[in-house]
């Protein structure tokens, strides 16, 4: 019950279920994991054996075809940046979700990505060719407009093999270093 998966599962449901009460998913609760024991102990004879089973897609299996649907439209797991790569969304309970991605991957999107049908803006971690947080933010039209040019100074002078135009707005999406000419 202290997995990675299991409890990004959890807070994605819930998460949906607070953003969109409509749907009327259930919750993924201890009383939904006590009802999942047997199955999961079914024919084990070791605790560990028991821990191999796809706990997780087990739970998922709970919901029923539509809520599960509704859960990959509303709360992916994966989201799709401007640059084609479908990145992870890191959901933890009572938090946005969180997409950590490179700043280049992000030029010429004007807008925040949302989730739950358009009423929960994710929280950006806009990263350096080196995969560390340069700017954290809900905000990406804000950060294009008003931060973006202090950061790309600085990112120009330490990442010269990338591309750092003037207007990333207007640039096209990059998945690594600028091509060769």
């Known amino acids: 019950l202290t997995s990675p998966d299991f ?3 959890k ?3 819930e998460l949906l279920r607070e953003h ?10 201890e009383e939904a ?10 024919g084990e004879t070791s605790f560990a054996s028991m821990r191999r089973k796809p706990f ?4 998922l299996g709970l919901l029923d075809y539509p ?3 509704a859960l ?7 989201i799709e940046v401007p640059s084609g790569s479908r990145i992870r969304l890191d959901y933890e309970p009572g938090k946005p979700p969180v997409l950590a991605v490179r700043i280049q991957e992000m030029f010429g999107l004007a807008e925040t ?4 049908g358009g009423r929960l803006r994710v929280m950006l971690h806009l990263l350096a060719p080196n995969m560390r947080p340069q700017q954290v933010t809900q905000d990406l039209a804000g950060f294009w407009a008003r931060t973006y040019p202090d950061v790309r100074k600085d990112l120009r002078g330490r990442y010269p093999k990338h591309d750092w135009p003037d207007d990333p707005l207007s640039a096209a999406p990059l998945r690594g270093t600028r091509r060769r000419r």
């Open 33 to 42: 994991v006590r009802a999942l024991l047997p199955t999961l102990a079914a």
């Open 7 to 9: 409890l990004a599962l």
């Open 67 to 69: 809520s599960q649907a």
């Open 56 to 59: 997780v897609e087990m739970l």
């Open 11 to 13: 807070a994605r449901v």
């Open 113 to 116: 990505p949302t989730v739950a």
């Open 72 to 78: 990959e439209q509303h709360m992916p797991e994966r």
């Open 20 to 29: 969109m009460p409509e749907l009327g998913l259930r919750s993924i609760d």
